[in-house]
């Protein structure tokens, strides 16, 4: 029994340093803890998700503005879900424009690796709905990998990660 408890250990430890792995390790200019433990709890979150088939579903279901399905434009790139995962950068930008109103939670711009984070409003939606916060950061993942917004809406995108990542 001791050795097949010492097995089923080694084989977690590998499992969770996969899963590790496949996180982003880059946070940028977060200045408070608060922040830095809800972005990375969500990233981590994300990283779980998109390790799933199902969850990488989502690539197929959005396009680029040429009507490429992000999945075809990922494996053309030659990169993994978890290593273009692995390749955000978050970016604490508490003080953009984009946060003031006080209902975006994260943002990016069509392409970039940069997913900027509304650190004070993540952190709430954070500690209030973990999944939420889990299933943002796929939806910026989305738009890094050059899905457009309007058409489909931002509502639209998070649904369909919902659908797809949720479970």
Same mark, same amino acid.
């Given at each position: 029994m001791g050795r097949r408890t010492v097995v089923i250990w080694a084989l977690w430890a590998a499992f969770v340093a996969n899963r590790a792995d496949a996180a982003p390790q880059v946070l940028l200019g977060f200045v408070d803890s608060d922040s830095k433990f809800a972005v990375e709890g969500a990233v981590k979150?994300? $990283?779980?998700?998109l390790a799933r088939?199902?969850?990488? *579903?989502?690539l197929s279901d959005f396009a680029d503005p040429s009507g490429r399905d992000l999945e075809t434009r990922l494996l053309a790139s030659g990169?993994?879900?978890?290593? $273009?995962?692995a390749a955000l950068r978050f970016?604490?930008? *508490?003080?953009?424009?984009q946060c003031q109103?006080?209902?975006t939670l994260a943002f990016t711009q069509t392409g970039s690796p940069a997913?900027?984070?509304?650190?004070r409003q993540f952190v709430k939606r954070s500690m209030r709905n973990r999944l939420t916060a889990e299933i943002i950061v796929i939806h910026e993942f989305l738009h890094s990998l050059g899905l457009g917004e309007n058409p489909?809406?931002?509502q639209a995108i998070t649904e369909q990660v919902v659908i797809r990542c949720g479970g």
């Amino acid at each position: 029994m001791g050795r097949r408890t010492v097995v089923i250990w080694a084989l977690w430890a590998a499992f969770v340093a996969n899963r590790a792995d496949a996180a982003p390790q880059v946070l940028l200019g977060f200045v408070d803890s608060d922040s830095k433990f809800a972005v990375e709890g969500a990233v981590k979150g994300a $990283a779980v998700r998109l390790a799933r088939p199902s969850c990488q *579903r989502v690539l197929s279901d959005f396009a680029d503005p040429s009507g490429r399905d992000l999945e075809t434009r990922l494996l053309a790139s030659g990169r993994s879900p978890a290593e $273009a995962f692995a390749a955000l950068r978050f970016v604490d930008s *508490r003080t953009a424009t984009q946060c003031q109103a006080g209902t975006t939670l994260a943002f990016t711009q069509t392409g970039s690796p940069a997913i900027h984070v509304c650190g004070r409003q993540f952190v709430k939606r954070s500690m209030r709905n973990r999944l939420t916060a889990e299933i943002i950061v796929i939806h910026e993942f989305l738009h890094s990998l050059g899905l457009g917004e309007n058409p489909p809406n931002s509502q639209a995108i998070t649904e369909q990660v919902v659908i797809r990542c949720g479970g």
